[in-house]
């Protein structure tokens, strides 16, 4: 099969395709059904998991697809196509991959990047009692996330991005705007003021599925940033670090420290990698975000700022004339839907995964 025919044309398709190839391969899925929103065709939302390989491994592969809700297309792809492409038989001895589908199914569903409380879940894991600063969010709040997308106001809240951009750099920017903020509930990058039911369902997949490992390998797949195409292991581990040196032994020149300035990613808050990391003491883990390019960061950018409005702010929110533009804009900004593009990003995929693979035997 060619690989773009792995990739879904909605998170619907995306589930049952990914549960057929599972069933073919003679592996159990496990449903996880959201307690409080449905799709966007009305239809409960999941997050599924397939484990493959013994109960009591040593070692893991976790693959995890959607934490940004429409970056879902490319990891949901991924894991179809891996699955369909007999991943169940290659498990290494004493190993064990736990595929993980949709982890924020309402973001895959109505093509957001965010879950049912505008929130990101890669950066919803904080203490709420005492959540992280973003002072340069603070002041750039009502340009990052404008309440109106008129020429005219966005070209006055352009503006005044660019001034910032003058005075403190590209990347003070970009670090300001997805660092991840706590304040703003209407603006972009949210992190939000609970633990979200994807974080709390996270915790529950690695108490059921990884609890006895000893050493994890874990890839989250990420779209949105760098050249069209290109594919990036994004770490927070510090050069020098064991972890580091892991991933490089594993990934190469592919690997980048986001904490170090290395990476398309600005520094983070609150993200999955950190919590793993917490849970699992004394565990050997290696965790990476595969992220791959789609559209120039500009292009994205105002897409989120589009969704923004449309949900938070626009008169009729997703009833509004706009809607479907929007939404379709922002599923573009994140899911190039071209054969080109899902055959440079299934090449990225494969090559990490079977580099992990390759490490764990
Ligand atoms: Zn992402």
Redesign the pocket.
Known sequence: MNPENHFPADYRQGRHEFIAACEKADIDVIARVHPQVQGRDGKPLFLDTAVIGPRAAKKALLLVSA??GV?GYFGSGVQTGLMREGLAARVPKDTKIVLLHALNPYGFSWDR?VNEDNADI?RNCIDFANPPPNAPYDDLHAEISPRDISDESMHRANGRLVEFLKAHGAFALQEAISKGQYKYPDGVYYGGAREAWSLKMLKDVFTESLKHVKQLIAIDF???LGMFGAGEMITEDLPGSAPYKRAKAMWGDRVASSEAGESVSAPLSGTIDKAVATWLKGVELTFA?L?VGTRDTRTVFNALRKDNWLHCFAPGREKNPKATEIRLELRDAFYPDTAEWKRMVWGHANEVVNSALAALA
């Open positions: 934490t940004h970056e990047r890669n990420h779209t949105g975000a992220e």
